[in-house]
Nanobody, 120 residues
């Protein structure tokens, strides 16, 4: 059994900051890519940022320069520092990880989601 547990969401005013965390636990051989997705009301879930096991990162254009994704491989944890938050950043943020759970078996896992609300 593998679980991803997120924390750090909340309500913040425009221009404020939040830091999301997501810790993976369970029968884990190793973790490949990890990422953060968000889903705004009435919209599809979209990739916000991702990071490989080696630390290479990608970002959605709308968050470049404002959000920073990082990970601690020893703790099986991924973080996302969000600054200069805007109302359009509001949504449920989900952690995703591609996890090796066996010698040749990898699976995709999702966290339960954490709400981020940015007020104007």
């Amino acid at each position: 059994q593998v679980q991803l547990v997120e924390s750090g969401g909340g309500l913040v005013q425009a221009g404020g900051s939040l830091r999301l965390s997501c810790a993976a636990s369970g029968s884990i051989f190793s973790i490949n890519a990890m990422g953060w997705y968000r889903q705004a009301p009435g919209k599809q879930r979209e990739l916000v940022a991702s990071i490989t096991s080696g630390g290479s990162t990608t970002y959605q254009d709308s968050v470049k320069g404002r959000f920073t994704i990082s990970r601690d491989n020893a703790k099986n944890t991924v973080y996302m520092q969000m600054t200069s938050l805007q109302p359009e950043d509001t949504g449920v943020y989900y952690c995703n990880a591609d996890i090796r759970i066996g010698v040749v078996l990898t699976k995709d896992y999702w966290g339960q989601g954490t709400q981020v609300t940015v007020s104007s």
